[in-house]
């Protein structure tokens, strides 16, 4: 007896394979899967089957997972891989893809951008707009979502959108056409042009998605038709106030730690052969793509712990002698990058292997969280454990002498020697130390993210873990930062 599933996803990119495996486990199917992964998981194909969800890699980032469709399906997904993958920050965006909103705009800003409010707090850039008179309210639709909390913008376009299973309609008064390009048969675009061609005469754009190459016809007219219908409807509807007139697609984008990551090497190796560290290598460099093939292949003929302590050292001492540059990534916020700083050596310390780095600071100032004044030609020190929740760095003066110790709390270090990169997730707490005080910086940050949904228990958990283990531990911390001796010239 065949068994109902609810939801039907769609994978993609890099973590696909560990993915597919996680939401066949969850009782979930799969629809529009590549060749490979039929393989690997042994599943039929369903070709007029049309996903509710896409999960993939983000085009700008990727160390992050989108989840994008219809919103209970979204939700449902999300939630599952919440509970599986440990150590991921996760952002829902309101304003998903086609989502049409009443927009009261405001002006343009210093950059000749045309700014609009959709809600207390939520503005948006308008593009393809003729005037952009402040106090006018437009209809529009959103083309691209914000990843960014608090002052991240989405980008619309003027007109309504209404999405469908197989096309997305615009209400723009253009009239054009649009194809997926993963819509390739010659056959299937004329007849869809021939679907389009009397709704476009009427001014309505269409955008004919990935699932209308092999989507029923009859399907595909049925949803041209509802289209049409939902577009005459919002044409006669009287809008006063801005806000979300119709829903669009969902949308979650879920950030991925280095933990994260090898927890899906595991689960693609229950499939097929796979290399500790897999999905950092292939989302590092995309050269690295025949060298990840290699390790695949070896550790399906060697004990993988052996395997994961050799490349473990192998990569650590790469970038010893090397400029690096320190990627400090805030959930929900975008990143910062700290450096470039000359990496002097390994050291194995109290915390395991560890990196040491040194940068000259540039600029006069005040050093955040230890609020004691920076010097150009100051000296900071940083004390990289490859496996610890903290990276610590130790500021002297040009003559040797300590002016603090800052100790930010981060997600394990995930190292990409090809692209001279060392990236983390910000965990908002950070110790400071100057002489004998010692002061736990930032905690009602942590408490925000954590009422926000942004921060998981499993990471606070961690956090509170680490705090105590660094107060422990400052001596030492000291201690390995000072022996080092790398400041020499």
């Not at 959108?161 to 009239?175: C, F, N, P, Y």
């Not at 995930?414 to 905690?443: G, Q």
Request: glycine letters at 6%; a neutral charge.
């Amino acid at each position: 007896m065949e068994v109902s599933i609810m939801f039907y996803y769609r994978v993609r990119g890099p973590y696909a394979t560990a993915l597919a495996k996680i939401i066949l486990d969850a009782g979930f199917g799969l629809v529009d899967v590549s060749r490979k992964i039929t393989e690997r998981l042994k599943i039929e194909e369903k070709p007029n089957i049309i996903p509710h969800a896409t999960v993939k890699e983000s085009d700008e980032d990727p160390n992050t997972l989108i989840v994008i469709g219809y919103r209970e399906a979204v939700e449902a997904l999300v939630n599952e891989l919440n509970s599986r993958i440990p150590f991921m920050v996760t952002i829902y965006e309101e304003l998903g893809p086609y989502t049409t909103v009443a927009v009261k705009l405001i002006g343009y800003d210093r950059l000749g951008r045309c700014i609009g409010k959709v809600s207390k707090g939520k503005e948006i850039i308008v593009q393809n707009i003729k005037e952009c008179a402040e106090g006018a309210l437009i209809v529009a639709h959103i083309v691209k979502p914000s990843q960014r909390l608090g002052n991240g913008r989405a980008i619309a376009l003027p007109g309504v959108a209404i999405l469908k299973d197989t096309l997305v309609l615009l209400d723009d008064k253009e009239g054009k056409i649009f194809f997926s390009e993963h819509i390739r048969d010659y056959e299937r675009k004329s007849l869809l042009n021939s679907l389009s061609s009397q709704v476009m005469r009427q001014g309505l754009s269409i955008r004919w998605r990935s699932s209308a190459k092999s989507a029923p016809l009859e399907s595909i007219a049925r949803d041209l038709e509802a289209a049409v219908r939902d577009a005459t409807k919002l044409r006669n509807m009287n809008i006063t106030e801005p806000g979300i007139v119709l829903p669009g697609e969902a949308i979650a984008f879920l950030t991925l730690s280095r933990a994260s990551k090898e927890y899906l090497d595991i689960v693609r190796s229950t499939v097929t052969p796979t290399t500790p560290y897999h999905h950092t290598f292939r989302t590092c460099r995309k050269y690295l793509d025949i060298c990840v093939d290699l390790l695949d292949y070896l550790t399906s003929k060697t004990p993988r712990d052996l395997i994961e302590r050799e490349i473990k050292e192998f990569i650590t001492h790469s970038i010893v002698g090397k400029e690096v540059i320190l990627r400090h990534e805030s959930p929900g916020k975008g990143f910062n990058e700290i450096g470039p700083m000359r990496i002097s050596k390994v050291l194995n310390t109290e915390f395991g292997l560890a990196l040491i780095g040194m940068r000259v600071i540039q600029r006069n100032g005040i050093y955040d969280g230890l609020g004691i004044e920076k010097k150009a030609g100051d000296i900071a020190l940083t004390l990289i454990p490859v496996d610890e929740w903290f990276i610590a760095h130790l500021y002297l003066d040009q003559g040797g002498l300590e002016k603090g110790v800052y100790i930010n709390i981060n997600t394990p270090p995930e190292m990409c020697p090809a692209s001279h990169v060392i990236r983390y997730l910000d965990l908002f707490v950070d110790v400071a130390v100057v002489k004998d005080n010692v002061r736990i910086v930032d905690l009602e940050q942590l408490e925000e993210a954590r009422k926000s949904g942004l921060i998981e228990e499993d990471l606070m958990l961690m956090v509170d873990e680490t705090i105590k283990k660094i107060v422990v531990f400052i001596e030492p911390i000291r201690k390995a930062l000072k022996e080092s001796q790398f400041w020499e010239q």
